[in-house]
């Protein structure tokens, strides 16, 4: 009888597990899943995380070294086989007082926007803003790839601004950047240099200027000497000096332009004749000069953005000229033509 009951009692026991099992293995998956979902989902909030605080350029100072501006949120890519042919395009914008005021037009913002994301490099002129959040509130309007540097306040009265570099980092990365020390305390606003490095074989300087008007004819002069500094400084002979220089119109006589950046070292992309301007004046204000060494790397492609054409502003309810009073001026360069 005992035996009897003894067996039956361990039947229903072995009943049991056969339930138990099922389940414990449902409990066990549920809890893997859970476990496997908040993993990834810590992974990726850390991710996002990193991304924002990274990408700031900041204001920089002499001597620091360059802004991490990658973004670590993106997957790595893998180097990519560029051919002969791919190009990046540069551009320079006098962006017109950039701050908060431009970014509370929606219209205006989404056409700047527009612009600058037609470009692998765009070096603006003419931050005004004290703060910080319309250039963070501007970047969070293009697409995730751009980055940017931002320079020191220049200027010598309260009016003071900073030059900008927005950039394609599945294009380039920056190498250096450095403001001009203006050791004869020629420059109202002094130039910004950045080392920059492509995916292909392209190295090259970019000097950002925004020219002080009334002191055109000195500034534009001394320009040479700090292209001759940067490179020097990098080992670098490509350089492109761009900005709005206001070099035209009762400012400067453009006819000088050809002496100072002279045919032996210089060749000058957006020359006399083009019309940088917004207004109906037809002055070359903005220019686009690159180094001899840098002529193996233009691709011939250049030109003066008629954002007024491009868009058709009857639809909206502002004009060209609340976009900017300077059309940018951009060009075009081979990533692996490149051999110094
Ligand atoms: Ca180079
Ligand atoms: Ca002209
Ligand atoms: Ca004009
Ligand atoms: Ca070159």
Redesign the pocket.
Known sequence: MGAKNRKSGRRRKSKKKSILAPILIFILLLAAGIFLFYTCRTQQEAARGEGPKSEQGGPDLPGEPPPDTSRPDKPERQPEELSLTDTIRIFSFNIQVFGQSKMAKPEVVNILADIVSRSDLTAVQEVRSVAIEPVEQFMRLLPSRYAYVLGPREGRTSSKEQYWFIYNTERMTVKDYRTWDDPHDVFERNPLAVYFETAGKFDFIVINNHIQPSSAAEEIAALPGVVGYYRQLWGEPDVLVVGDFNADGSYFNENFMESIFDESGYFSIISNEY?????????TYDRFIITLSAREDFTGSFGVLRFDELYDFSRFSILPRHVSDH?PVWAEFYLNMDTD
């Open positions: 019309d940088t301007t917004v207004a109906a004046n037809e002055h059309y």
